[in-house]
């Protein structure tokens, strides 16, 4: 399986992630630590986070840890983030 550099993804809150509209426009911190380990990413950037998952950031980066164990970015809007082979 192929591996990738980078994962960028966008979180809803973990309690919320079967709420509508959430549940369509935003992936579940779970999923995201899943999708980031089957990949085999060597980063995950975390971007575009709604104001709710900021609130419960810790919780929501344990949902991610749950399957990722790989270091985690938490960007900001507009941030650059440099990426390494």
Do not use: F, W
């Not at 919320?16 to 380990?37: D, W």
């Not at 995950?44 to 709604?50: G, R, T």
């Not at 810790?58 to 082979?85: E, H, K, M």
Request: with cysteine.
């Amino acid at each position: 399986m192929a591996k990738i550099g980078v994962l960028a993804a966008t979180v809803c809150c973990a309690a919320l992630a079967y709420a509508e509209p959430a549940r369509r426009l935003h992936a579940p911190p779970g999923v995201i630590g899943e999708i980031a380990r089957a990949s085999g990413a060597r980063q995950l950037v975390l971007s575009h986070l709604m104001a709710r998952s900021l609130r419960d950031l810790d919780q929501n980066l344990a949902a991610v840890r749950s399957s990722y164990v790989g270091p985690i970015v938490v960007a900001n809007d507009l941030q650059c983030i440099l990426l390494t082979p």
